[in-house]
């Protein structure tokens, strides 16, 4: 299956953000996935980190990128690059849904919670 | 820098195809690079491969994208999945720009013509 309709892809939740798999091992991908979410005003992910790299392209909204503590503003049309293995936080500051789609240097990937404790995930990576 | 602004990176071309660089080896990272292009009505990419993993997310536009020499029809909102070393094309057969999002696996990304012989870019990837 080359190609997919974005709609068609189940649709997971954590609070405060909806989640859709774009890509992933279910497409014979190893070292690739996509993800797209939905983070509404006043929600966030979790502090978390993945062992692989992470790009995220900001599609509509605004926000902020806690890195290690330390937050970084960004608004819609920015491109955020988080290091392998760095402690990060999306945060809706806006008053709008922030609309971002995260691309993984692996597939499943894996989250991982500041005490080291894996995070189990209601969606497929 | 964690953050980005799109559209103060650097823009180059191919005949037809406008591209944009949004993360890759100069932000630090190996394992995975992203590529906004816009392909104008009728154009289309080389005939190429890479040997690694490609994502493409369809933000705009309609097009096929070509196989090992057989088509698939794609819209908006689509994303397309394509193999390590698999041969194929983007063609934009719509009457608009062509707007995409391209994530690999690797940074920097070779591409290879139908040859075997390396495509030099005009970006850095």
Known sequence: MYVTDNTQRPVASLP?????????RAD???RLSLW??????????PIHRHDCEEVVLVDRGEG?????????RFGA????????????QIVNTGG???ECTAAFSVS???VYLP????????WES
Chains 1, 2 share one sequence.
Do not use: W, Y
């Not at 405060?16 to 992933?24: E, I, P, Q, S």
């Not at 920015?78 to 290091?83: F, Q």
């Not at 005490?115 to 209601?122: A, E, M, S, T, Y």
């Open 36 to 45: 797209r979410q939905t983070i509404a005003p006043g929600g966030a992910t």
């Open 64 to 72: 902020e990128l806690v890195v290690d503590g330390v937050a970084h």
């Open 96 to 98: 709008e849904p922030l």
């Open 28 to 30: 014979g991908l190893a």
């Open 77 to 88: 049309d920015c491109t955020l690059v988080i290091p392998r293995n760095a402690e990060h």
């Open 16 to 24: 405060g953000l909806v989640h859709r798999t774009l890509a992933g």
């Open 108 to 110: 499943p990937v894996a």
């Open 115 to 122: 005490d080291g404790q894996p995070l189990p995930l209601p």
